[in-house]
């Protein structure tokens, strides 16, 4: 093969090989199964694809676009301003939607005795729950309930996973009845 052959056959492996490149590349397209897709956008904090759809005032909406989770730190019940934000967004919503009730349910995985973690995940429920009535949220349309380390998100000796477990729960209740009910 002569010099122009070889170079031919160089520039067509360099064009294949952008031609592969530029299909990773792709904004979108069909999986194998013929089912169209678009590709996951950069950066954390890029929004969430799932959710695209959510009816306003519903549950999901809480869930996805207010937050329904409020964290302590270790061995407190006080209000950061971190959970204060969260809040203040539960309570907007709150007032947008008065037909919702909730369940606020606490958590702790702290030292201590499992008396004195239930007792604290108490504590941490009614701070939630009067923050919200702070923010003109009828206290007849919330229910506080400590669990203590019930219902771990994980059960771990590391503390950024055990602090997951430090938290509020926000569970939204279409009648008071339904809040009062789950236990």
Do not use: H
């Amino acid at each position: 093969m002569g010099v122009k052959g070889r170079r031919g056959a160089m520039c067509l492996a360099v064009a294949c090989v952008m031609g592969l490149l530029a299909g990773c590349a792709s904004t979108g397209g069909y999986n194998a199964r013929g089912v169209a897709y678009s590709p996951a956008p950069d950066g954390t904090g890029a929004p969430v694809q799932g959710g695209v759809n959510v009816a306003p005032g519903s549950e999901e909406d809480f869930m996805v676009n207010v937050g329904r989770r409020t964290f302590f730190a270790q061995g407190s019940a006080d209000l950061d301003d971190t959970a204060r934000v969260t809040l203040d967004k539960q309570a907007q919503w709150l007032a947008q939607y008065p037909n919702w009730k909730i369940k606020l349910q606490g958590f702790a995985d702290d030292p201590g005795t499992p008396a004195a973690q239930k007792s604290l995940s108490q504590r941490r429920a009614e701070a939630v729950r009067d923050y919200l009535a702070s923010r003109g949220v009828a206290p007849d349309r919330m229910l506080a309930k400590g669990y203590g380390r019930d219902r771990l998100v994980a059960d771990c000796t590391d503390i950024s996973c055990k602090s997951q477990n430090r938290r509020v729960i926000t569970n939204p209740q279409e009648s008071a009845d339904s809040a009062a009910a789950v236990q």
